[in-house]
Structures are given as structure tokens and as C-alpha cells.
């Protein structure tokens, strides 16, 4: 004998979706009895206000602020370092000059450097004449820049 089922019922699929949950999540609620659903065919059936008035227990390690709050670059989406009401990360902010500064950095170092007659890459030994690398420093550099014939 079947069971009657009231008529406005909601499947676990949609009980899944209203509670942000999978469908399997919601049968184990079923099955430990924290949501009271029938089943009078294959699928439960929930009632509609059981489902809205269900609370969610957190389960595992609770979250930290940073994991549930973290702001992200509207840009590319990645995790701002510090909430300080910035939209954009590092790299995609144009008024932030960090990737700038060190481009500059780099580039004045290498003028001193050779200014003061020293290799511009190692900044120790001589560069010989004509050029700003010395011998060590422009042979790594022939070798990392080496294209090998297939």
C-alpha cells in the first residue's frame, strides 16, 4: 500500500539547491533523522517548510577569516594580501608601482654598476673591453640563452 504524500513536496534535488548542499548530503540528514521527509516511491519527498526551517551544523575545522573574507582582484581574481579596501592586486592595480620600482631598481643598479666599470650582471669582477659582462657572467648567459639544434 502506497503512502500519501502531501502536494507540495520538494525532492531532495531541490532541497539540495535550497540549502546549498549536495543531494546526497540531504539523504543522510534523512537517514539520521535530522529532516523529516517520506518516501513513497524511489525518491524522498520533503516538505517545503522543514527544508526552509532546517539549520545547518558547521562541520570540520572551523574557517578563519581570512579563508571566508578574503577580498579578491576584481580584475584577475586573486586573493588581495591585505584588506585595505583595494579593488585591484599588485599586479593589476596601474597606480601601484612595485613591478616599476623594481624595473627602476634593476636599471639603476646596472648604471652604477657600470659607471663604477664593474660586470652589470654580477657586479665583482671586470667587464672586458667593449662589453658589460665579464667572462664568467657571458658565458652563463651564452649558455641560458643557448638554442639547441633539433
Known amino acids: 500500500m502506497r503512502k500519501l504524500v502531501p502536494l507540495k513536496t520538494i525532492s531532495t534535488t531541490e532541497a539540495a539547491i535550497r540549502l546549498n548542499i549536495s543531494p546526497g548530503r540531504v539523504r543522510h540528514y534523512i537517514k539520521a533523522g535530522q529532516l523529516k521527509a517520506v518516501r513513497p516511491a524511489r525518491d524522498y519527498r520533503l516538505d517545503p517548510a522543514e527544508v526552509a526551517s532546517f539549520q545547518l551544523r558547521g562541520s570540520g575545522r572551523p574557517r578563519t577569516r581570512i579563508h571566508v573574507e578574503a577580498p579578491r582582484c576584481l580584475n584577475c581574481g586573486r586573493k588581495l594580501r591585505k584588506p585595505d579596501g583595494r579593488e585591484l592586486c599588485w599586479v593589476c592595480s596601474p597606480d601601484d608601482s612595485r613591478l616599476d620600482r623594481a624595473a627602476n631598481a634593476a ?7 657600470r659607471a ?35
Open 107 to 113: 636599471r639603476q643598479r646596472r648604471a652604477d654598476r
Open 116 to 150: 663604477a666599470g664593474i660586470c652589470t650582471e654580477c657586479g665583482v669582477r671586470r667587464p672586458e673591453k667593449g662589453v658589460s659582462y665579464c667572462t664568467i657572467c657571458r658565458k652563463a648567459n651564452l649558455e641560458r640563452h643557448r638554442v639547441v639544434a633539433a
